[in-house]
């Protein structure tokens, strides 16, 4: 076992558990996004960020760093809530998240942590980006001005269903995801209509054509319940 401290309670974790991992064992709350269970980690939304108080204060993603013995990790500071609230502000002004207008709004992720956060303006600019939609599949519809480039979609597609439909294309700020190479999705010819990444998305980007926004609510946890029931390959 590895002993270490988390907001200085003393833990024993098992090697090769994320500090996440570890964290939600014993009840405490940190916040994600990009993360979900049933997916591998990516740690590229920064929301999960720890600081690591013997390791002069270095902020890890708790989600895709290991715990090592001796560790005494942070999970609260005025600290991490300001690098948490500036990571949350980018990913609001990057695009168009006009919450009175989406589909996803009251089950959004991304809007439940603006208010765990108490981020109730930005101090940045927008983008206003103009980003377009894509309609053409028969049940399910894409918005790039609500995706927040989390990867969710894109790993629930090759992790859990093994359709390898989505992926990314663009570079940087430019960075879109993308269905069927870059085609329009409802021309995918590997997309079989699961709903998969729909469930996985944590904001409007993907949502269910012909649903109210009061029953837009997701199911995140089938990921994780698909996987569980899978065997295990040694
Ligand atoms: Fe850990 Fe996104 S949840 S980096």
Redesign the pocket.
């Known amino acids: 076992m590895i002993a270490l401290k988390i907001d200085g309670k003393e833990i024993q974790a098992r090697p090769g558990q994320t500090i996440?991992e570890v964290a939600r064992e014993h009840g405490i709350r940190i916040?994600?996004?990009?993360?979900l269970e049933g997916l591998s980690?990516?740690?590229?939304?920064?929301?999960?960020?720890v600081e690591v108080a013997n390791w002069r204060g270095k902020l890890v993603?708790?989600?895709?760093t290991e715990v090592q013995e001796g560790m005494e990790i942070v999970t609260q500071s005025e600290r991490l809530r300001r690098v948490r609230r500036l990571v949350l502000e980018m990913l609001f002004v990057e695009r168009n998240h006009i919450c009175a207008f989406c589909v996803a709004s009251g089950h959004c992720e991304l809007q439940d942590l603006a208010v765990e956060l108490g981020m109730d303006h930005v101090t940045l600019p927008y983008r206003y980006p103009g980003l377009s939609m894509d309609l053409t599949h028969e049940d399910y519809g894409l918005d790039h001005n609500r995706c927040v480039l989390?990867g969710r979609c894109v790993r629930a597609c090759s992790e859990v269903e093994g359709a390898f439909t989505w992926g990314f294309q663009g570079r940087g700020i430019e960075t879109m995801v993308a269905p069927a190479l870059g085609a329009p999705w409802g021309a995918s010819d590997t997309c079989t209509s699961c709903g998969k990444c729909v469930q996985a998305c944590p904001t409007g980007a993907l949502f269910e054509k012909g649903a109210s926004t009061a029953s837009q609510v997701k199911r995140p946890e089938i990921l994780e319940e698909v996987t569980e029931r899978r065997p295990r390959v040694p």
């Open positions: 996440l916040p994600t996004l990009c993360y980690p990516r740690g590229s939304c920064r929301m999960c960020l993603p708790a989600c895709a989390c």
